[in-house]
């Protein structure tokens, strides 16, 4: 027996062999200045390997379907190449005066006194400002015309939204580890799938039930985030038909790797025949979603399938996004109206018993005040009374796409309106603070 030290291997890397009955082959020796025919042929075939896994790379974010990513992409093209500029001259210079001034170069200039050049004062200082205000002006007109709450004008580079283009409305909801798509107009709910109609403006109102997670689908728009409580809107468009994939951007939990759902975009006949084939009951069909069923859909899972619902309660999304799904449980409208009045004291308590959002302890909260006594009935009956919220639309804070870009004033999203309540006015005469429709 003997141990063989293989070249490249790490340091102190052996590995025994058997010498007894077999010999291990030795290259042939080749002559002083030969040519290695091996050398072309390996050459070769990790160029081939190299120009294979180049070509299995996604660039759906510079190459996506819809015009808001499209118009993302660019930024991120102009931006490097912005960035470039001076980057490029920079490794290029760095490389000229390593040779330039080599130690072997006895001809190069010899100036130990120099000290300042205010030529190049005026290169170094000018080139790097002109691009800053570069990015500057371009950061400040993408952000106005890709403001996810404004509305798209556009469907791509050469079409214009018709004036009379009505959006699809989508509404979104990060559960653990899931996505729910609620369609308003169409009734219909979906689970890990979003289907959307080519060339159609869409609308994304999007919350989640628990923690923050992210909202992104690379070949449509940028990603958004989804918060508990609290709504955020992205308006897009599909310029071609394709299955794509969607996830979550943020990290949420043990399931976030799995976190993902399939987006379609379809023509509008294609789009029709799938709402009609989730509302007549497709294989993937789980009846009507209500606020019971959503209540076990909001249980953590992993990898859940595709699931359909073929009806949807109207005010399902609204309760989600006020976090008052469960029987019982106080809104936080209802609970921003009572602090808007100054709040009501011990006459409270019992309410506040009922206001913890946490996933794990409001169950037992609803639990204990699931069969309240008497006199607490009407307690709470009173205070609801209090808080009572008429009908209503909350502010629309969506931005409305202008016709012409050059329009723009660099105005975002208007403030919120504050509300002022006196004691003892009545709740019904202002507005409402957020809409549980």
């Known amino acids: 027996m003997s141990y063989v030290r293989l070249p490249g291997i790490g340091l102190g890397a052996s590995f025994m062999c058997s010498t007894e009955s ?16 091996a050398r072309p042929t390996v050459r070769i075939f990790a160029a081939l390997a190299l120009s294979g896994g180049l070509s299995a790379c996604n660039t759906v974010v510079l190459n996506p379907a819809g015009d808001v990513a499209q118009q993302q992409g660019d930024l991120v093209v ?40 205010t030529q190049l004062e005026l290169v170094i200082w000018a080139a790097p400002l002109l691009i800053i205000i570069c990015l500057g002006a371009l950061t400040w007109v993408g952000t ?102 969607g996830f979550s951007a943020n990290y949420s939990g043990a399931g976030f790797s799995n976190m993902r759902f399939a987006t379609r975009s379809v023509t509008d006949a294609d789009f029709a025949k799938w709402v009609s084939g989730v509302k007549a009951g497709s294989r993937n069909n789980a009846g009507a979603l209500d606020r019971a069923t959503y209540l076990k859909l909001e249980k953590p899972s992993e990898k859940v399938p595709v699931i359909h619902y073929a009806s949807v309660s109207p005010d399902l999304y609204g309760a989600i996004l006020d976090m008052c799904v469960e029987p019982g449980k106080m809104c936080m409208s209802e609970m921003m109206a009572l602090d808007a009045q100054g709040g009501l004291g011990k006459a409270g308590i019992r309410n506040v018993e009922m206001l913890a959002y946490d996933k794990y302890g409001r169950e037992a909260s609803a639990k204990a005040n699931a069969n309240p006594d008497a006199a607490a009935k009407r307690e709470l009956a009173w205070v609801r009374a209090l808080c009572k919220q008429e009908p209503g639309q909350a502010p629309d804070t969506t931005v409305k796409a202008p016709a012409n870009p050059r329009t723009l ?21 202002h507005s409402p603070l957020i809409s549980r429709n």
Do not use: C
């Not at 030795?26 to 040519?35: H, I």
């Open 22 to 37: 077999h010999e291990m082959p030795r290259p042939p020796l080749l002559p002083p200045g030969a040519a290695n025919p």
């Open 144 to 245: 106005h015309i890709l403001d996810p709450y404004r509305t798209i004008g556009r469907i791509d580079a050469k079409t214009p939204v018709a004036h009379d283009a009505r959006p699809l409305q989508v509404e979104v909801v990060a559960l653990d580890w899931k996505w729910l798509f609620i369609y308003p107009e169409q009734g219909i709910a979906t689970v890990n799938e979003l289907v959307v109609p080519q060339g159609r403006p869409l609308q994304f109102k999007i919350t989640a039930s628990s923690v923050m997670n992210s909202f992104f689908v690379p070949a449509m728009a940028g990603q958004i985030y989804a918060m508990p409580g609290m709504e955020t809107r992205l308006h897009a468009v599909m310029n071609r038909t394709g299955e794509f994939t």
């Open 409 to 429: 004033t660099g105005a975002g999203l208007s403030a919120p309106q504050s509300v002022a309540w006196n004691q003892g006015a009545d709740p019904a005469a």
């Open 78 to 117: 102009m931006s490097t190449i912005l960035m470039l500029i001076i980057i490029l001259p920079v490794m290029a210079l760095t490389v000229f005066f390593a040779w330039k001034y080599r130690a072997s170069n006895k001809d190069a200039d010899y100036q130990p006194d120099w000290d300042h050049s």
